[in-house]
């Protein structure tokens, strides 16, 4: 029976989504009673610095009072790398939330920045769930508020389409995964993880779990849009707002693998069966490795024939999801320190480009290749933001993607010695061929001669610009001195709970 | 102190992105003073360099630890060589650019990374570090030509970087093998020579990461982006490209895939040999039948690094003193020839058809131009008393004692070398009808405005080469030396054990 | 033991002054020549000088200097100078003065001219001297890019091709023979002719070549390779001499150039070929000669014979001049393949094959000189007649310049092999110690002899005699400078012809040396 001494414990560890909630309605209720009669920009840049703050302050409350361990009740765990993956979250959640740039949606402002929150509390949730019942709601809570957040843009028809895609599938996907949760109760009779994982290991195996399996692969692949659960991305990127959909790919990437780590990692460690080369054993291991390895292959080659910037992100989304599946497969410390590593500098190239790609799309009216032309001239600050984006994603030294993706490498090849190399030839070839795509867009910027001589500089609000410097600063550090992270990820995985 | 080489370039790139002083003046001199710079420290290094075979570290630190990676640069009579080639190569590329009007900031900031880049690898005996250095080479080569460039550039661009990424990609998948079977401890390279990896591993890691490297060492038949590339890339990018980055694939061949390899350097020798002769027989005839005279140079060049390659695979120390005394040597001259065709015709005939050139009376108007091309392609021919002779010499030794048709059949490419140098300079310019006249007519078939003269600036860049190219030529000892005393080192006494020297 | 730099100081002289006269502008084409004449002149009394030095009675190399160059691969700056060495530079430090005078009329390009044949002259210097393989490959490649320009820029209609073919015909050849001696050198380690030279002597050479190059494998047997290797060195001094059927080159190099260069071409450099095969086949591949000797001998014969019949058929008098130097050329190739002839040992066959390499460096002296002072001559009707140069355009010329002929004659006679001037003493030593080694071939040989006599008159007759046509009639004689020109080339080959011994005193212990080692 759980105690009120346990309730405050269970306050203490999750003071962070607590704060966000608060931020939430503080949001609401000032846009009501104040900022709504404020005009356009005054309104929202109040609404920001609210909103700010109060991140800012969960952020603070992650420093000052870690939790560790498991709270009561056994549905909440959090240990010193969950407690990166939050902070991690936290911030992207705030520079997504600085990109927002008027437009027809502003005059739900307040909304945004409410269900920004909530989008937010759902994704640490997410990152802290231990009980089977838990991580659906949290799953839940963060798809509902993205999917609001995507349509939010009622001016636009393409927004309102995006939502409803996003809606559609991601009920589907929800129907999954509750499906197979269902199953896997049904199964072992335990729904947190670790009993789940110690039941599974210990019993052969049921038919009806291998079922189990591949629901709960499909659903979390939805979530982090791998192949071939893929088919809402390229909609849902293009269409939604900018800020939404920058949040979209960093947070909701980062908090899915972040949970997928663990769930296949401690959840489902019996059935995991191995894929390595000329050892095939049935599991969630190659399922997985099938799953990287054609998104990997898909999502570069659709990315291949985009004329759209935006969809060509997405299908690059695609791939992206498909390397850091390659860690969850290499398990351990090396594969959980890679996950997280690359999660966290994905997400920040993301927000960056997505910045970067609304930047021009408001500048232009469209985000098709030709929008980027002379952009070295016009604002070379934003160009040269745009080369370490997207060569950071491309994986190209010195930037922090490449040493992201070369440890997601290393981590699953150290695995069987090499059992995995067919599953990292791939990787490493699909890798060459996303150079191609990215040099395109890099190539209209810096290569191709403007139309007119004369075009004026690019106009972005202060914070939106700060934003994208602040992420190519970062990708910059991390790739020169990735031990800054990487030490910080090791440390916190050396203390033991993930 | 040496390590200034990298830093000095990587500090003109940052001087030129954020110091916004408009002007090609400002630019040129920030490039200018940055490698001389770097060519002043390489100078002084070797000037107080001894060999005795051991690596001299730079610096070294922690750089990754959770990895095992560190940050180690040191050198060895090869980097030296090398350092110095590339030290020389980028004042003589900033002295052939010195008319650059368009983008000049941004031109000698790309400039300046890929000069940092190359510096980079040549200096690094971390492999994780070493890749680092070659992948962030690749970037600033795609711009230079793309932007820049001229005949069918955008093309030419893009072929260039794909193929370079694939080659680093092969090299990738090997170095996080070696690295994984290693225990997943170090990256550093002399640990991983000392490995003794198994003969099975060996027999796919050498030929995958070998190849990976040779692509950009324009290895036959994956060498269809050099011509492309050189041709449509501006002239001082072409030099560096001919000179210097193509060396760096025949280097990282040598350093990785040799050193950590040496049991499958022994299985495939044989193949790769005749792809290095293949290279230089089938180099030379297609440069035989071109009509533009950049694809010349552009072919001549897969033609001379055959001979590398060809040193390389040939097992023993005289090839492969050689094959680094040719990487010298080519760098020297490939920087020569490119400055000529491109800087000196080029940008004054604005064409490079050598049909078209045939009527411009060449050989009496840019008496300087015909003058060192004459003088450049005796050495490209492998002419005594060039660079190229003493190099050739090397690799023919070392390949006659193991492949004695390969050693013909480069002769034969050493024929048809001399063919088509002849062909190329007696049409651009000593076409038989436009031949010697009378002082004082020019009687140009095809009459235009008068040219500029020859700068300064391309006099001295021209001259310094060829001097070079004749010292060493004429007295190459102190280099072959440099270059012995690498090899005799502990670095490759994997190597050493297998090939016997 | 290093001496004073005497033969060094021999290249760098006319390198330095070909430099100098290089920079001058167009309009100083009288300083110029002066300057260049100056160099050349400057190195005959070097020339001199040396021989004056030089003891004729020893065989061993003098003048030797030999300093470390490249340690690591063995070479060394290594120079000397024996009897055939000596013969040699002298004759270049006297054709090319000569020629330089002939080509005093020259206005175009005047100081590059010049330049080039002091850098020509420089590189015969550097490869009739040199000891040390890498040295000597230095020069004799490098004395190939001035004869190109010279025939390039100042040559005739067909200058074109006609030194494109010279120079990768050329190269191929040194190709051949730079694969062949590196072979070589890998197997004894060194670049050093004199070692070579012992090796080949004590017969260690094919042991050798198949003990250090690993494709022995191909070859099945030692001599089999050794035997390869020798062909592809050969080649590259077939092409040179030129050899049949190597020769093709020549008759269009020689005819386009201008007549001062041909001059060069031919009393220079062709001696260039058989000068290698005295100094680096001959000592180096001697069982591998006799063992292809048959073949060789009528290769030689062949050259000698089919070359004269060529001459016979041009209509071109430089065209037919520059075949009879083939045919004179393969006299010498007959003298040397002849003293390889295996024989017992004993005081007759020494004594014949002597006469036979006294013979073959008397000839290329003599034909040097002979040579050029035809081709002067040629030049000279090529000046008065406007660039015609065909055999039927003239005739009669004795009645209009009567010095001019006689002089010529006398050149064409010496060429002949008439008793008396000097082409005769070479070729009757050859012809003596030919026969006597091989007679059959050396009988086929004198068919040549027969036909070049019947061409020579022909074109005296065609030429000097004859009626006199119309547009001849003002033909000029010979003016004061020109007599002054021939001269010296005049009173070689009477004396010369009268004491042949000038020369064989010089070369005699060489010979005598060679001969010793070719007793077995």
Known sequence: MVNSAAYLDLAKACLPELALTATSLLVLFLDLVWARELEDTRRRRVLLAAFLSGGALALLTTFLWPFAGIAPGGMWSLGATGLVVKQGLIVMGLLSACLMAPGDWSEHAGEYFAVLALALVGMLCMASAEHLLMIFASVELASLSLYILTALNKGQRESTEAGLKYFLFGGVAAAFLLYGFSLLYGATGEMTLKALGAKLAAGSPDPLVWVAVAMVVAGFGFKVAVVPFHWWAPDVYQGAPAASAALIASGSKVASFWLMLKFMGSGLAGAAGDGSWGHFVSGWMPLLAGVAALSMVMGNIAALGQSSVRRLLAFSAVSHGGYLLLGILAQGEQGAASVVFYSLVYGFSSIGAFGVVSFVENAAGHDRFDAFTGLSKRSPVLAFSLMALLLSLAGVPPLAGFFGKFYLFAAVAAVKPLGWMWLVSIAIAMSCVSLYYYLLVLKQAYVAAPTREDMPPLEIPLCARLTVLFVVVVLFVLGFFPEFLLGRIHHALKLGVL | MLAWTLYSAFLGVLVLMFVPVPGARWARGVALASSLTGLGIALLEAVKFKPAGELITIQKWAWIPSLGIDFHLAYDGISLTLVLLTGIASVAGILFSWNVEKRPREFFAFYLALIGGVHGVFLSFDLFQLFVFYEIAIIPKYFLIAIWGSTNREFGAMKLALYSFVGSALVLAVMVAAYVLSGSQTFSLPELAKVGFSADFQRWAFPVSFVGFAILAGLWPFHTWAPTGHVAAPTAASMLLAGVVMKLGAYGALRVSMALFPQGLKIWHESIGWLAVAGIVLGALVALAQSDFKFVIGYSSVSHMGFVLLGLASMNIAGLVGAVLQMFSHGILAGLLFGVVGRMVYDRAHTRNLDELKQLNLGRELPFAAATFVLAGCASMGLPGFSGFVAELQVLMGAWKRFPWMAIAAGLGIVVGAAYTLRAMQRAFFAADAGVLAPGTTESAAPHDPWEPISCAEKLGAVSLLAISIAIGLYPAWMMIWIQSAFDGAFFAGLRKVVGW | ?520
Not at chain 3, 96 to 112: D, G, I, K, Q, S
């Open chain 3, 1 to 520: 033991m290093n001496t004073f730099g005497s033969l060094s100081a021999l290249i760098f002289i006319p390198l330095v002054a070909g430099l100098v006269v290089a920079f001058l502008p167009a309009r100083a084409a009288k300083a110029a020549k002066g300057l260049a004449f100056l160099a050349a002149g400057l190195c005959a009394g070097w020339v001199a000088w040396i021989g004056g030095r030089f003891d004729s009675a020893q065989a061993e190399m003098q003048f030797v200097e030999k300093w470390p160059w490249i340690p690591s691969i063995k070479v060394d700056y290594h120079l000397g100078l024996d009897g055939l060495g000596l013969v040699m530079i002298g004759l270049t430090a006297l054709v090319v003065p000569f020629a330089m005078a002939v080509c005093r009329h020259e206005t175009r390009r005047v100081p590059l001219m010049f330049a080039l044949i002091l850098w020509l002259e420089a590189g015969l210097f550097g490869a009739f001297t040199a000891l040390d393989f890498f040295h000597w490959f230095l020069f004799w490649e490098l004395s190939l890019v001035p004869a190109y320009f010279l025939i390039k820029f100042w040559g005739g209609e067909g200058r074109g091709p006609a030194s494109f073919q010279f120079f990768v015909y050329a190269m191929a050849g040194s190709v051949s023979m730079l694969l062949a001696f590196l072979a070589v050198s890998v197997a004894t380690g060194t670049f050093n002719f004199l070692e070579w030279a012992e090796k080949g002597r004590s017969g260690e050479l094919a042991s050798a070549l198949s003990v250090r190059l690993a494709w022995f494998e191909t070859f099945k047997t030692q001599e089999g390779l050794a035997q390869c290797v020798f062909w592809m060195a050969l080649l590259g001094f077939a092409v040179k001499v030129p050899m049949f059927p190597f020769h093709s080159w020549l008759p269009s190099a020689y005819s386009e150039a201008p007549s001062g260069v041909t001059m060069i071409l031919t009393g220079a450099m062709s001696k260039l070929g058989v000068y290698g095969l005295l100094r680096l086949i001959l000592p180096v591949f001697p069982e591998q000669m006799r063992e292809a000797l048959d073949l060789l001998l009528w290769l030689a014969v062949a050259t000698i014979v089919l070359s004269a019949f060529a001459a016979l058929g041009q209509k071109d008098l430089k065209r037919t001049l520059a075949y009879s130097s083939v045919n004179h050329l393969g006299y010498c190739l007959l003298g040397v393949f002849a003293a390889m002839k295996v024989t017992e040992t004993g005081g007759l066959w020494s004594a014949e094959k002597a006469a036979a390499l006294n013979g073959v460096l008397l000839q290329m002296f003599n034909h040097g000189i002979t040579a050029s002072a035809l081709f002067c001559f040629l030049g000279f009707l090529e000046q008065r007649s406007g660039g015609l140069r065909g055999l039927n355009e003239f005739g009669g010329l004795r009645a209009a310049a009567p010095v001019f002929c006689g002089l010529m004659g006398l050149s064409m006679f010496a060429s002949l092999g008439l008793p008396g001037l000097n082409g005769f003493a070479g070729e009757f030593l050859i012809f003596k110690g030919a026969y006597a080694l091989a007679w059959a071939p050396t009988a086929v040989a004198t068919l040549g002899l027969l036909v070049t006599a019947i061409f020579l008159l022909g074109i005296m007759q065609k030429v000097f005699w004859g009626p006199l046509p119309e547009r001849w009639t003002h033909w000029p004689d010979l003016t004061l400078g020109e007599k002054l020109l021939v001269t010296p080339a005049t009173l070689l080959t009477l004396g010369l012809g009268v004491w042949p011994q000038a020369i064989v005193h010089w070369t005699h212990a060489t010979v005598t040396q060679w001969v010793g080692w070719l007793r077995f």
